[in-house]
């Protein structure tokens, strides 16, 4: 069973930073795709970023593109979002997804994510 459990949620000074983790289990973590999204109250879940854990290849959404960066660490089956200059507008829940079976990220969408966290709050006070 695919198991993703985000972490490193909180409440945070506009311009500050935070690093959120995201810990995978239940799949072979090399060979798939993992993504960061959001979803701020009253707002779609948005696509931010994702990256290839066979490859490193990683993709960014406009929005956050310069500010947010995401890694992996393939020896704990961990991937982050680093998330810098925050704004209170980055105020959401985010939760990362897996694609399983697949080797380069997909187009940031929900219907090609296969499996969700249960997401982690960011609040970023103005």
């Known amino acids: 069973e695919v198991q993703l459990v985000e972490s490193g949620g909180g409440l945070v000074q506009a311009g500050g930073s935070l690093r959120l983790s995201c810990a995978a289990s239940?799949?072979?973590?090399?060979?798939?795709?993992i993504a960061w999204f959001r979803q701020a109250p009253g707002k779609k879940r948005e696509g931010l970023s994702c990256i290839s854990l066979s490859d490193g290849s990683k993709v960014y959404a406009d929005s956050v593109k310069g500010r947010f960066t995401i890694s992996s660490d393939n020896a704990k089956n961990t991937v982050y979002l680093q998330m810098t200059s925050l704004k209170s507008e980055d105020t959401a829940v985010y939760y990362c997804a897996a694609s399983v079976g697949i080797s380069r990220c997909p187009y940031l969408s929900i219907p090609n994510m296969n499996d969700w966290g249960i997401g982690t709050l960011v609040t970023v006070l103005s």
């Open positions: 239940g799949f072979a973590f090399a060979d798939n795709v």
